[in-house]
């Protein structure tokens, strides 16, 4: 299994990024997808998750700014952060997820300064 993000990068508040995670390696739309983030010295935490009935849900932080998308054609999964805030700095991680059996990609570093 091997889960590559991209898209991070630096960004002013108020900004955007479209985070993209291909995978490969596993039967893409039998999984569940998802994004979590992990600051420095916090948990990884939940962002966002679809389901390969395209059922999504997202952490309570989340309020409306970021929208959680699959292409099943592609094997790939995005994540479209708007208004980020600083808040929003952090690692962002994607995961697959089938029964019992999960995943996790590298990372990809996502800055919100000024």
């Known amino acids: 299994v091997q889960l590559q993000a991209s898209g991070g990068g630096l960004v002013q508040p108020g900004g955007s990024l479209r985070l993209s995670c291909v995978a490969s390696g596993i039967r893409f739309r039998l999984h569940v997808m998802g994004w979590y983030r992990q600051a420095p010295g916090n948990q990884r935490e939940l962002v966002a998750r679809?389901?390969?009935?395209?059922?999504?849900n997202y952490g309570d932080f989340v309020k409306g700014r970021f929208t959680i998308s699959r292409d099943n054609a592609k094997s790939t999964v995005y994540l479209q952060m708007n208004n980020l805030e600083p808040e929003d700095t952090a690692v962002y991680y994607c995961?697959?997820?089938?029964?019992?059996?999960?995943?996790w990609g590298q990372g990809t570093q996502v800055t919100v300064s000024s």
């Open positions: 679809i389901t390969s009935g395209g059922n999504r």
């Open positions: 995961h697959s997820l089938y029964g019992s059996s999960g995943a």
